[in-house]
């Protein structure tokens, strides 16, 4: 009896574990049918044929219920919405990270009530977070990172007594930070860093007695580090950095005796270090830069054997360094630039052989600095300008092989440059400007084929520049300026092809301009004046179409002005003055601005200058033959009458062009017109063909009007653009100023305008249809964003960049566009860019201020608009800016970009925090382009607008950048350039790589 009663058990639960199974996989199905890619090859096997606990993919089961679903990065494009909560009641672990989830958090998961791991990471999830999670008791790890949640952390999460792991990071939350965290007396690690918190640090955090890692990071926290934190006695990791924290920092944080990094800079911290610091022997990593701390550093630190980086730069700090700051003889990266301190630099330092990056400039230290520093052989950054180091340079540099860039400038160093300077054979930049060297250039320093940079200006340099040099071909700045050298200018500089700018004024230099220089194409900057050069400027200087700045000026120049510089359209600034030049001023803004006094002859319509036409007559009738007069009696009439009869034709087409435009203002009859077709025939096309604008042609709406796609014989697909009644009402100039701006723009990354319409009823721009429609609504999107690889980006980045060049320098007036934003741009079907919207562009007039109200989308706007109210061409820099960025991230990048554009605060932005996530991690040379772009990016986020690149030098740069090809090919030496800007800006950007 017994046995048959085991047996009937036995059956009835193998039908129950049955039933449940079924059950299971049903609902899981019903999950399935709503993803929006039901196909994914690894999710082929759910289907009902199959025993969901041993075949399908990612589920687990136990005791025949499911227990484990894990499909992360299977690319499923769905929501949560539909998860079967209720019917999976066993489920202990669910990993659903690295897909394309949206939407919210549903409140029933609440109902998973033995769920002890719960990773939703890098999705697209946006949304509060549920207080229903409060039900996840058993809950241990807790990953919601890389969202875009928002909301505040809800206080129910202190109900999850269990919790080991929280992840937060890298989403949109605000709020406060609950003090009921305090409850999470179990948890080692919680991350809510890269998010939009405000408020204090709750001291409650001191309760956390488990916690190892707290990273609260890139928020906005304000308020005094609380004391509390020194209870964390189990910590290692503390990430409090870039924030708006105030006050002291606590003494009691010496009681954190496991710690290991701890990283308080970009606050607003004040006070001194606490002498407590010295209790921290496991500390490697301490950061306090760019704070309001002041002084000493206190000799406590020295017993921190760890340490291995010490970085507190832009305070107060004073006094001397402590000596035995490298006892542990771990230190790599002592960083202490913009202080106020003094002294020698202590005997620790000077034998630090582990030493890979040391900054002390902006102080005042001391010494001679041939006895101050050693031999550091991994040594590869070391920056001591702006300091008072005395003494020779010291040959020892020579044998610091690893040594890629070496700064002494600003100092009092006397002697001359040591020839085994020439040993560092990987060095890229060389800056000793602004001493008192002596002697000639050591003909070693060609043996630095890999330099990029070299510096040598406000010296006592003579002779002449070695012929040895001319292996310097990777060169990008070269600067001898305020020295005595002699000599002819050498012929061999036109091997400089990567050479961006060049002084060499302020010394010596005789003999003739060297044509040479005119292949170098990629100058921004030429100054050669207070030398003494004769000769002509050499035309071939019209070869250089990125130059921005000619300074010739205080030499022997004669001759004319070539008129060929004429089309170097990109000219800012000409000082010509001071030489013996005559003849016609070329007819370039940049030359009839230019400053030309103490010349004898030049003419030309210029104030201060004497007419050409008289001077020209003149010396015609003294040396033209009777012969020639002749010729010029019978010809030039006819030529004359030739140039006039073309001008009157031009004239008439540019005012019927004009007239055109006026006509659309002035008039509200019914007239229209659209290009050279019948603009009333097509304007009833268009009509009709839309049905009177029904809403099913509507493709896209926006702040100022609706876009309808019409399909018309005569053109094709075209987009009408349909403003807003209301829109017309409040802004009665912005359908006119886009028809402005684009009716004489013929560019390829600028939208077509075929044509425009206006009466009582509408107001029509019609475009151009460009296929794939806005970068913004690709990039929102989770499957187009994915097909916009690395190698299309880069594309979109350079035609924008084109785009705005031509507007800003081939246009007359220049247009500044003023809302360069993702959602203005479009991509046509070879993804190929296109600027639009025009409603709000500025036309610059020289003699206007260009003041104009602030517009523009909100994160793309310059800073500087919002309180001087003036449009400048550098507006539409920053702009770009933001947007490349934007493009390489696949998302804007809200508070990243301020830490970009403050090189003191660039040290912390990784590449990886640049990347668009959704796309696999690029191959080395993409890689290098994209690290080139982001650098290139970031300086047009300046808060200075004149320490911004213009656009045409921005777009010239990136059109010789190609990811497709190798690195070595686009730029040998870009991917060691790109380190040596990483020194200098602080832009870490291979870091945790």
Same mark, same amino acid.
């Given at each position: 009896?017994?046995?048959?009663?085991?047996?009937?058990?036995?059956?009835?639960?193998?039908?129950?574990?049955?039933?449940?199974?079924?059950?299971?996989?049903?609902?899981?199905?019903?999950?399935?049918?709503?993803?929006?890619?039901?196909?994914?090859?690894?999710?082929?096997?759910?289907?009902?044929?199959?025993?969901?606990?041993?075949?399908?993919?990612?589920?687990?089961?136990?005791?025949?219920?499911?227990?484990?679903?894990?499909?992360?990065?299977?690319?499923?494009?769905?929501?949560?919405?539909?998860?079967?909560?209720?019917?999976?009641?066993?489920?202990?672990?669910?990993?659903?990270?690295?897909?394309?989830?949206?939407?919210?958090?549903?409140?029933?998961?609440?109902?998973?009530?033995?769920?002890?791991?719960?990773?939703?990471?890098?999705?697209?999830?946006?949304?509060?977070?549920?207080?229903?999670?409060?039900?996840?008791?058993?809950?241990?790890?807790?990953?919601?990172?890389?969202?875009?949640?928002?909301?505040?952390?809800?206080?129910?999460?202190? $109900?999850?007594?269990?919790?080991?792991?929280?992840?937060?990071?890298?989403?949109?939350?605000?709020?406060?930070?609950?003090?009921?965290?305090?409850?999470?007396?179990?948890?080692?690690?919680?991350?809510?860093?890269?998010?939009?918190?405000?408020?204090?640090?709750?001291?409650?955090?001191?309760?956390?007695?488990?916690?190892?890692?707290?990273?609260?990071?890139?928020?906005?926290?304000?308020?005094?580090?609380?004391?509390?934190?020194?209870?964390?006695?189990?910590?290692?990791?503390?990430?409090?950095?870039?924030?708006?924290?105030?006050?002291?920092?606590?003494?009691?944080?010496?009681?954190?005796?496991?710690?290991?990094?701890?990283?308080?800079?970009?606050?607003?911290?004040?006070?001194?270090?606490?002498?407590?610091?010295?209790?921290?022997?496991?500390?490697?990593?301490?950061?306090?830069?760019?704070?309001?701390?002041?002084?000493?550093?206190?000799?406590?630190?020295?017993?921190?054997?760890?340490?291995?980086?010490?970085?507190?730069?832009?305070?107060?700090?004073?006094?001397?360094?402590?000596?035995?700051?490298?006892?542990?003889?771990?230190?790599?990266?002592?960083?202490?630039?913009?202080?106020?301190?003094?002294?020698?630099?202590?005997?620790?330092?000077?034998?630090?052989?582990?030493?890979?990056?040391?900054?002390?400039?902006?102080?005042?230290?001391?010494?001679?600095?041939?006895?101050?520093?050693?031999?550091?052989?991994?040594?590869?950054?070391?920056?001591?300008?702006?300091?008072?180091?005395?003494?020779? %340079?010291?040959?020892?540099?020579?044998?610091?092989?690893?040594?890629?860039?070496?700064?002494?400038?600003?100092?009092?160093?006397?002697?001359?440059?040591?020839?085994?300077?020439?040993?560092?054979?990987?060095?890229?930049?060389?800056?000793?400007?602004?001493?008192?060297?002596?002697?000639?250039?050591?003909?070693?320093?060609?043996?630095?084929?890999?330099?990029?940079?070299?510096?040598?200006?406000?010296?006592?340099?003579?002779?002449?520049?070695?012929?040895?040099?001319?292996?310097?071909?990777?060169?990008?700045?070269?600067?001898?300026?305020?020295?005595?050298?002699?000599?002819?200018?050498?012929?061999?500089?036109?091997?400089?092809?990567? %050479?961006?700018?060049?002084?060499?004024?302020?010394?010596?230099?005789?003999?003739?301009?060297?044509?040479?220089?005119?292949?170098?194409?990629?100058?921004?900057?030429?100054?050669?004046?207070?030398?003494?050069?004769?000769?002509?400027?050499?035309?071939?200087?019209?070869?250089?179409?990125?130059?921005?700045?000619?300074?010739?000026?205080?030499?022997?120049?004669?001759?004319?002005?070539?008129?060929?510089?004429?089309? %170097?359209?990109?000219?800012?600034?000409?000082?010509?003055?001071?030489?013996?030049?005559?003849?016609?001023?070329?007819?370039?803004?940049?030359?009839?601005?230019?400053?030309?006094?103490?010349?004898?002859?030049?003419?030309?319509?210029?104030?201060?200058?004497?007419?050409?036409?008289?001077?020209?007559?003149?010396?015609?009738?003294?040396?033209?033959?009777?012969?020639?007069?002749?010729?010029?009696?019978?010809?030039?009439?006819?030529?004359?009458?030739?140039?006039?009869?073309?001008?009157?034709?031009?004239?008439?087409?540019?005012?019927?062009?004009?007239?055109?435009?006026?006509?659309?203002?002035?008039?509200?009859?019914?007239?229209?017109?659209?290009?050279?077709?019948?603009?009333?025939?097509?304007?009833?096309?268009?009509?009709?063909?839309?049905?009177?604008?029904?809403?099913?042609?509507?493709?896209?709406?926006?702040?100022?009007?609706?876009?309808?796609?019409?399909?018309?014989?005569?053109?094709?697909?075209?987009?009408?653009?349909?403003?807003?009644?209301?829109?017309?009402?409040?802004?009665?100039?912005?359908?006119?100023?886009?028809?402005?701006?684009?009716?004489?723009?013929?560019?390829?990354?600028?939208?077509?305008?075929?044509?425009?319409?206006?009466?009582?009823?509408?107001?029509?721009?019609?475009?151009?249809?460009?296929?794939?429609?806005?970068?913004?609504?690709?990039?929102?999107?989770?499957?187009?964003?994915?097909?916009?690889?690395?190698?299309?980006?880069?594309?979109?980045?350079?035609?924008?960049?084109?785009?705005?060049?031509?507007?800003?320098?081939?246009?007359?007036?220049?247009?500044?566009?003023?809302?360069?934003?993702?959602?203005?741009?479009?991509?046509?079907?070879?993804?190929?860019?296109?600027?639009?919207?025009?409603?709000?562009?500025?036309?610059?007039?020289?003699?206007?201020?260009?003041?104009?109200?602030?517009?523009?989308?909100?994160?793309?706007?310059?800073?500087?608009?919002?309180?001087?109210?003036?449009?400048?061409?550098?507006?539409?820099?920053?702009?770009?800016?933001?947007?490349?960025?934007?493009?390489?991230?696949?998302?804007?990048?809200?508070?990243?970009?301020?830490?970009?554009?403050?090189?003191?605060?660039?040290?912390?932005?990784?590449?990886?925090?640049?990347?668009?996530?959704?796309?696999?991690?690029?191959?080395?040379?993409?890689?290098?382009?994209?690290?080139?772009?982001? $650098?290139?990016?970031?300086?047009?986020?300046?808060?200075?607008?004149?320490?911004?690149?213009?656009?045409?030098?921005?777009?010239?740069?990136?059109?010789?950048?190609?990811?497709?090809?190798?690195?070595?090919?686009?730029?040998?030496?870009?991917?060691?350039?790109?380190?040596?800007?990483?020194?200098?800006?602080?832009?870490?950007?291979?870091?945790?790589?």
């Amino acid at each position: 009896m017994v046995p048959r009663i085991f047996y009937f058990l036995h059956l009835l639960y193998f039908f129950t574990i049955t039933f449940a199974s079924t059950e299971e996989a049903n609902a899981l199905l019903k999950w399935k049918s709503t993803f929006q890619n039901k196909n994914t090859s690894l999710l082929a096997s759910w289907t009902l044929s199959t025993d969901v606990c041993r075949a399908w993919y990612g589920v687990k089961c136990f005791n025949g219920r499911v227990n484990r679903l894990n499909i992360t990065n299977v690319n499923v494009n769905g929501t949560l919405y539909y998860f079967p909560f209720s019917s999976l009641p066993f489920l202990e672990y669910v990993d659903l990270s690295l897909n394309q989830f949206s939407g919210t958090i549903p409140p029933e998961i609440g109902k998973l009530t033995n769920l002890v791991y719960l990773d939703l990471s890098i999705n697209q999830i946006s949304g509060k977070i549920p207080p229903q999670i409060s039900s996840l008791t058993k809950l241990e790890t807790l990953n919601i990172s890389d969202n875009h949640l928002n909301g505040s952390i809800p206080a129910e999460i202190g $109900k999850l007594v269990n919790l080991v792991e929280a992840y937060l990071g890298k989403n949109q939350l605000t709020g406060h930070i609950p003090p009921e965290i305090g409850s999470l007396v179990t948890a080692k690690l919680f991350y809510a860093f890269s998010n939009k918190l405000s408020g204090s640090i709750p001291a409650e955090v001191g309760k956390m007695k488990s916690l190892e890692n707290l990273s609260l990071q890139i928020n906005n926290l304000s308020g005094s580090v609380p004391i509390t934190l020194g209870d964390l006695t189990e910590l290692k990791i503390l990430y409090l950095y870039s924030n708006q924290l105030t006050g002291p920092i606590p003494c009691k944080l010496g009681n954190l005796k496991n710690l290991t990094k701890l990283d308080l800079s970009y606050n607003q911290l004040t006070g001194s270090i606490p002498a407590f610091f010295g209790n921290l022997r496991n500390l490697q990593f301490l950061h306090l830069c760019a704070n309001k701390l002041s002084g000493s550093i206190p000799r406590e630190l020295t017993y921190l054997d760890n340490l291995a980086m010490l970085v507190m730069s832009e305070n107060q700090f004073s006094g001397h360094l402590p000596d035995q700051l490298c006892r542990g003889g771990k230190l790599e990266n002592f960083t202490v630039d913009s202080n106020k301190l003094i002294g020698p630099i202590p005997s620790s330092l000077r034998m630090c052989s582990s030493l890979k990056l040391v900054r002390l400039n902006n102080n005042s230290f001391v010494g001679n600095l041939s006895e101050s520093f050693g031999i550091y052989p991994q040594l590869y950054f070391i920056n001591l300008s702006d300091n008072k180091f005395h003494g020779e %340079l010291n040959s020892n540099w020579g044998k610091c092989k690893n040594l890629i860039d070496l700064r002494v400038a600003k100092n009092n160093i006397s002697g001359s440059i040591p020839p085994d300077i020439g040993n560092v054979k990987g060095l890229l930049g060389l800056d000793l400007s602004s001493n008192h060297l002596v002697g000639q250039i050591p003909k070693e320093i060609g043996d630095l084929t890999s330099l990029v940079n070299l510096f040598v200006q406000n010296n006592n340099i003579s002779g002449s520049i070695p012929g040895e040099l001319r292996s310097l071909t990777k060169l990008e700045s070269l600067d001898l300026s305020g020295n005595r050298l002699n000599g002819s200018i050498p012929n061999f500089l036109g091997d400089y092809v990567h %050479l961006f700018r060049l002084n060499l004024s302020n010394n010596k230099f005789g003999q003739k301009i060297p044509i040479e220089i005119g292949k170098i194409t990629q100058l921004n900057l030429i100054d050669l004046s207070n030398n003494h050069l004769v000769g002509e400027i050499p035309p071939d200087l019209a070869n250089l179409k990125s130059l921005e700045s000619l300074n010739l000026s205080h030499n022997g120049l004669s001759g004319c002005i070539p008129k060929e510089l004429e089309s %170097l359209t990109g000219l800012l600034d000409v000082v010509l003055s001071y030489n013996d030049l005559e003849g016609p001023i070329p007819n370039n803004k940049a030359f009839i601005n230019a400053s030309l006094e103490g010349n004898k002859g030049l003419c030309g319509n210029v104030t201060g200058q004497q007419p050409c036409e008289r001077s020209s007559s003149v010396a015609k009738k003294h040396s033209m033959a009777k012969k020639h007069k002749l010729i010029l009696i019978t010809v030039l009439p006819v030529m004359g009458a030739l140039v006039l009869h073309c001008a009157f034709i031009g004239v008439l087409f540019m005012c019927d062009k004009r007239r055109n435009v006026k006509d659309v203002e002035r008039r509200g009859d019914g007239w229209v017109s659209i290009s050279t077709l019948d603009g009333k025939t097509l304007y009833k096309d268009i009509l009709n063909t839309t049905e009177q604008f029904d809403a099913t042609f509507c493709i896209g709406q926006g702040g100022h009007g609706s876009i309808y796609k019409v399909n018309l014989p005569s053109l094709g697909n075209i987009a009408v653009k349909r403003l807003h009644s209301s829109f017309e009402n409040t802004h009665p100039k912005s359908f006119m100023n886009e028809v402005r701006a684009l009716i004489g723009i013929k560019h390829r990354n600028i939208v077509k305008l075929y044509g425009y319409c206006s009466n009582a009823q509408n107001s029509l721009l019609v475009y151009e249809y460009v296929d794939r429609g806005s970068l913004s609504s690709i990039l929102s999107n989770e499957v187009e964003s994915k097909k916009l690889d690395w190698i299309k980006r880069v594309k979109i980045i350079k035609g924008v960049a084109c785009a705005l060049s031509y507007m800003h320098q081939d246009c007359l007036p220049p247009i500044v566009h003023r809302d360069i934003s993702s959602s203005n741009i479009l991509l046509d079907s070879e993804y190929e860019a296109r600027v639009s919207d025009f409603g709000i562009a500025k036309f610059l007039k020289p003699d206007s201020s260009n003041s104009t109200a602030l517009a523009g989308t909100y994160g793309y706007v310059a800073p500087e608009l919002a309180y001087t109210m003036k449009v400048t061409k550098l507006c539409d820099v920053y702009s770009f800016g933001v947007l490349a960025l934007e493009i390489i991230k696949g998302k804007h990048l809200g508070k990243y970009i301020t830490l970009l554009a403050n090189s003191s605060t660039r040290d912390h932005v990784q590449l990886s925090d640049l990347l668009d996530e959704r796309l696999p991690h690029p191959e080395n040379e993409v890689k290098a382009v994209l690290v080139f772009i982001i $650098k290139l990016a970031s300086s047009c986020l300046l808060e200075t607008p004149k320490s911004r690149p213009t656009m045409y030098f921005i777009s010239h740069k990136l059109s010789s950048m190609d990811p497709r090809r190798p690195t070595h090919q686009i730029n040998p030496h870009v991917r060691r350039a790109i380190l040596s800007m990483m020194a200098d800006t602080k832009v870490s950007l291979y870091g945790n790589e």
